[in-house]
C-alpha cells in the first residue's frame, strides 16, 4: 500500500514550489523545508537529523524515502494497512499535510477514541472492526479540520479550494485502489 500512497501523493503535490504564503515554504514533492523547524533551503534525507539535501535538488527516490521513514512507520500506516489498506492510504495523506501527530488524532476522532495521538491497542482494535469505513469517516473529520484552519487564519483561505480537492481526489483514488495480497 506504501507505493499506491507514494502514486497519489506524488501526483497531488507535484514538483518544486516555493509560495511565501504557504506555511510550508520552499516545498518539492510535498517534501516541506521547514518540516524539520528550520527554512534553511535543506531536507534530512538520511534520518540523522542533520539537513542534507537543498529541497530545489531533492529525487523523488529521496522523497520516498523520507516518506516511509518519517511518516508511513510514524503514522503507523503499516499495521493500519493490514485490516484498512484505503485508509492506510488517507492516513498517510493526513499525516503529509497535516503533521503526524495531527493526523493521529484525526484518525482517532474519526474512530471515536481517545484523541491522545498515541495509535495503541484500542485505536487498532476499532480499525481492525470498521476497516476502511473509516477511510472516508476520516476525509469528513480532515475537511472539518480544514475548514477551521481558515476560521482560524483567514490568511490560508486561499488554500481551501485546493485542500478540498485534493481530498474529492483522494475519495476518488482509494475507490479505484486494488488490496494488495
Known amino acids: 500500500m506504501f507505493q499506491s500512497a507514494m502514486d497519489f501523493l506524488f501526483s497531488a503535490e507535484g514538483g518544486y514550489g516555493n509560495d511565501s504564503i504557504d506555511r510550508g515554504g520552499e516545498t518539492k514533492y510535498g517534501i516541506s523545508d521547514k518540516r524539520d523547524g528550520l527554512a534553511d533551503g535543506l531536507t534530512d534525507v538520511d534520518g540523522d537529523c542533520r539537513p542534507d539535501t537543498a529541497i530545489k535538488q531533492l529525487t523523488k527516490q529521496q522523497a520516498e524515502k523520507i ?28 499525516a503529509v499535510n497535516h503533521g503526524v501527530v495531527t493526523a493521529k488524532r484525526l484518525l482517532q476522532r474519526a474512530a471515536k477514541v481517545k484523541e491522545d495521538g498515541v495509535i ?31 476560521v482560524n487564519n483567514p490568511s490560508q483561505s486561499r488554500f481551501l ?7 474529492g481526489d483522494l475519495s ?3 475507490l479505484s485502489v486494488k488490496q494488495e495480497g
Open 67 to 94: 516518506y516511509y521513514r518519517d511518516y508511513w512507520l510514524a503514522a503507523h500506516c503499516d499495521e493500519i494497512a493490514v485490516a484498512a489498506p484505503k485508509l492506510a492510504i488517507v492516513m498517510m495523506d493526513a
Open 120 to 150: 495503541g491497542p484500542k485505536t487498532i482494535g476499532v480499525i481492525a472492526l470498521r476497516g476502511d469505513v473509516l477511510a472516508g469517516i476520516l476525509l469528513d473529520v480532515r475537511e472539518s479540520y480544514y475548514r477551521a484552519i481558515v
Open 161 to 167: 479550494r485546493g485542500w478540498l480537492k485534493r481530498l
Open 172 to 174: 476518488k483514488f482509494i
